[in-house]
């Protein structure tokens, strides 16, 4: 332990676990330690009878659920877009060789009281059953205008540009209605408020053909990819990762405390009695509580059920949002659904999440709008959680800490928190002009 690192990474939920590889890669010496004897933190996954045990308190499973070690239950379920961020990094650090990904079957959304599939092409609007004939083709030509974009080609723009151009004035150049609107930017752009329609279109146009992209790459029901036994690998894969690359890593190494020299600046961390001394820390809030403060809480219901969610043509994973405007709340909520196909639970049995940004503390009752799209389920277990954020000047003390996880059911918020360490903690921006081809193989 005596030694001295670049880094010492404090807790293994996957935003440090995926800094700690970037790190790695980069030629860092690394110290990776959680004072928990399992990877993941607060991202972890748990089989059904730590699951009973964290939210029932009993550790007997009732036999009806099948057999415990099938269950791979993970505490902050998220799909990944095929061409997002995160598979983008998961290229470039060569993670991809750990993990195999299959599609995930459906992308569907909430709108007037009935669960639709989200359409994401022109054909597919001209098709979809949440807008009326005119509005249709109204739809059409805005996904045809947002498919030819391309930023570097002015020809593309008509006259629009849309670095200035907000997104409320480009739909309204197009005339949709607010209801196409509610599910473009929720369902499409991943946007979790409606804050986006005063800001410029091109992050919105960028997010879309993302989806569209993503979409296109798997010939799928989804843009989402998720990995086979869910996302507890991927703390495990980075973990490989980085002794590849001469990183150490630590479990149940208990306290964990982070010392600073007099002038402020992180100077080691000691456990048992042991200092490793290094240069910056990079760590989850639960490590440096007097250094983040509580930016809201989330809500969520995990559920067993013996079906896939009723309306979603029998996918075996799926995702479905719920937007804000449609529940009359201040934030989207998301449905999550996996099942025996991605090899988190025993056949014949689906997990279901419901998550977002608590406004009560009354979870059961908030999220009665998703719980009610699930149908019967065999057992469900409500919480609610802190989100807490980092108040610290990290350029004053040279700790870097990630941000809670929200209650979003896909990446990309989570990726561009990690993307923003990487910058603050190296200085540079990482690279991720990469082959996604690379991430195919192990697709089916």
């Known amino acids: 332990m005596d030694e001295e690192y670049d880094v010492i990474v404090l807790g293994t939920g996957l935003k440090e676990c995926i800094l700690s590889g970037l790190l790695s890669v980069d030629g860092l010496k690394v110290l990776h330690m959680d004072r928990n004897d399992y990877y993941g933190g607060e991202s972890t996954s748990l089989n059904l009878i730590q699951l009973l045990k964290k939210f029932r308190g009993i550790d007997k499973p009732p036999p009806h659920l099948g057999p415990s070690r099938d269950y791979n239950v993970d505490m902050i379920p998220k799909f990944m877009m095929a061409n997002g961020t995160l598979v983008r990094v998961l290229i470039h650090t060569d993670v991809t060789k750990y993990l195999s990904f299959k599609a995930v079957d459906g992308s569907f959304v909430f ?80 946007h979790r408020d409606d804050r986006y329609l005063d800001e410029p279109a091109l992050d919105t146009v960028k997010r879309m053909k993302l989806y569209s992209e993503s979409l296109a790459r798997f010939q799928g029901g989804s843009p989402y990819i ?61 490590y440096l509580p007097n250094k983040v403060r509580k930016v809201g809480k989330v809500a969520r219901a995990i559920a067993i059920m013996s079906h896939p969610i009723p309306n979603t043509n029998d996918s075996h994973s799926v995702q479905v949002i719920l937007p804000q405007k449609q529940l009359g709340r201040r934030s989207d909520m998301y449905l999550f659904c996996c099942s025996y196909t991605h090899n988190v639970a025993p056949k014949g049995k689906f997990i279901a999440f419901v998550s977002t940004e608590a406004e009560t503390d009354q979870p059961a009752i908030e999220l009665k709008p998703g719980i009610d799209l699930l149908g019967p389920v065999d057992e469900i277990f409500f919480d609610i959680y802190d989100r807490y954020a980092p108040v610290n000047e990290p350029s004053l003390d040279n700790c870097f800490i990630s941000t809670s996880y929200d209650a979003t059911t896909h990446f990309e918020s989570t990726v561009m928190d990690v993307l923003a360490m990487y910058t603050m903690i190296t200085g540079k921006a990482l690279d991720l002009s990469v082959d996604l081809s690379a991430a195919s193989a192990a697709e089916e």
């Open 111 to 190: 709108n007037k009281g009935k669960v639709h599939k989200v359409p994401a092409t022109d054909m597919e609007a001209l098709k979809s059953p949440l807008m009326g004939i005119f509005e249709k083709r109204r739809a059409r030509k805005f996904f045809i205008y947002v498919q030819d974009y391309d930023e570097s080609n002015p020809q593309t723009h008509e006259g629009m540009d849309l670095t200035r151009v907000t997104t409320r004035e480009l739909i309204a150049k197009y005339g949709l209605d607010d209801n196409t609107v509610d599910f473009i930017g929720h369902a499409l752009a991943l």
């Open 226 to 286: 998720y990995p086979l036994y869910g996302l507890g690998e991927l703390p495990q894969a980075f973990a490989r990762l980085s002794a590849v690359y001469g990183g150490t890593y630590m479990l149940n190494k208990p306290e964990c405390k982070v010392e600073f020299n007099e002038e402020g600046k992180v100077c080691g961390v000691t456990s048992e009695g042991e200092t490793a001394r290094c240069k910056k820390v990079v760590c989850d809030p639960s």
